[in-house]
């Protein structure tokens, strides 16, 4: 049994399927720091923190700010396990695959 980040979803059998890499992303321009952290739905001080870490995606500075490649953005998800995926319940709802659970019973 699987439950899903939609509280309204109830617990499946079904197990989440991992959702095909967007074509369209790897064909997009860059993301500013402000649109990484959208899209990986942390704040923009986290993606600042890990870049002063040595951590995250890995960007290119250009001038005073940094861009980040879609194509490096999806390979380091991939790397950390950040893979969107979809609920196999009632929502068919995309979300990470960290967000579901695996639950007894």
Request: glycine share 10%.
């Amino acid at each position: 049994m699987w439950t899903c980040p939609n509280p309204e979803c109830p617990p499946t059998e079904n197990p989440p399927k991992v959702e095909k890499p967007d074509e369209a992303l790897r064909e997009r321009s860059p993301f500013s720091t402000w649109q990484l952290a959208e899209w990986l739905k942390v704040p923009v001080a986290t993606i600042y923190a890990w870049r002063r870490m040595g951590y995250g995606p890995p960007g290119n500075r250009i001038g005073k700010r940094i861009s980040y490649r879609a194509s490096g953005v999806q390979r380091w998800m991939a790397e950390q396990g950040m893979v969107q995926t979809v609920c196999g319940g009632e929502c068919g709802g995309t979300y990470w695959r960290r967000q579901f659970t695996p639950v007894k019973g």
